[in-house]
């Protein structure tokens, strides 16, 4: 830890340190603890091998936020996992509302091999000019050429479609985007996520947590996973029953995509 580092950001961590010092000895604390930045801290690698799993993290301007870090935010903790934002340049990179940024740690042309790959989705206008980015389809191609898993959260899947890596395939996407699944040759299946292969499309925006406990445990196995669950404290309980179109009214759909364009920069 840098000197640095925000007092509040040590007292936070002695804090859950002290809460779980009753069940977990001082290798399972440097696991519950550490972050991809301090992975080589960590006792016991997951891999035999002790090589970081890789997770890229693709950003685009105008992708959406929780698309990129709910799945994140089920990974950064993995023991053995490093995530890392890749985009065209490194540096800032604006979300679909344009009062945020997230910051790209390498760009696209110094990233040739990830173990996970992940496309998020985005408003209108970074979807569509990704779906005609023929450079970002290269590379998407070259990842996934090596890759283990290849993933895309929301209308990330139209993305990989438009690469040419959904043919024929079962995926999902954002739920008023569906129709346009079978346009990039994928065929839409249901679901809050789909495998096929070693290609996983999420649904629409917090779908791309369910997906990203799935890659947890995938990666680094079941028990792992529903740590990470309890870890985030993920127990959905929303107050409203409205969360998919099968769920909500014409009016609400209506209301739904009326907020997501006025927002939109």
């Not at 929301?154 to 129709?179: E, K, N, Q, V």
């Amino acid at each position: 830890m840098s000197a640095e580092e925000p007092r509040i950001g040590t007292g936070r961590r002695r804090l859950l340190r002290g809460a779980v010092a009753g069940t977990l000895g001082a290798a399972g604390l440097a696991a519950a603890s550490g972050c991809p930045a301090h992975a080589a801290e960590r006792d016991a690698p997951v891999q035999d091998d002790a090589r970081e799993l890789s997770v890229a993290v693709l950003l685009y301007d105008g992708f959406t936020a929780l698309d990129a870090v709910g799945p994140y935010e089920m990974l950064c903790r993995v023991p053995g996992v490093r995530v890392t934002m890749v985009a065209r340049q490194a540096g800032p990179v604006r979300t679909d509302t344009g009062e945020l940024t997230l910051v790209a740690e390498r760009a696209m042309s110094d990233v040739t091999r990830a173990d996970v790959l992940l496309v998020p989705g985005g408003g209108n206008r970074g979807t569509v000019a990704m779906m005609e980015d023929a450079d970002a389809h290269r590379w998407i191609r070259r990842i996934h050429r090596r890759s283990t898993w290849t993933t895309s959260v929301c209308t990330g899947s139209l993305i990989l479609g438009s690469a040419g890596l959904l043919r024929g395939l079962p995926a999902t996407t954002y739920w008023a985007s569906r129709p346009y699944l079978k346009e990039v040759g994928a065929v839409y299946t249901p679901g809050r996520f789909v495998e096929t292969g070693k290609i996983i499309t999420a649904a629409g925006v917090s779908a791309g947590i369910d997906m990203g406990l799935h890659l947890a445990s995938r990666l680094s196995g079941e028990k792992v996973a529903m740590a990470m669950q309890l870890a985030v404290e993920y127990d959905p309980d929303p107050p409203y029953d409205t969360g998919s179109p099968e769920k909500a009214d014409a009016e609400t759909e209506a209301l739904a995509l009326k907020l997501l364009e006025d927002s939109a920069r």
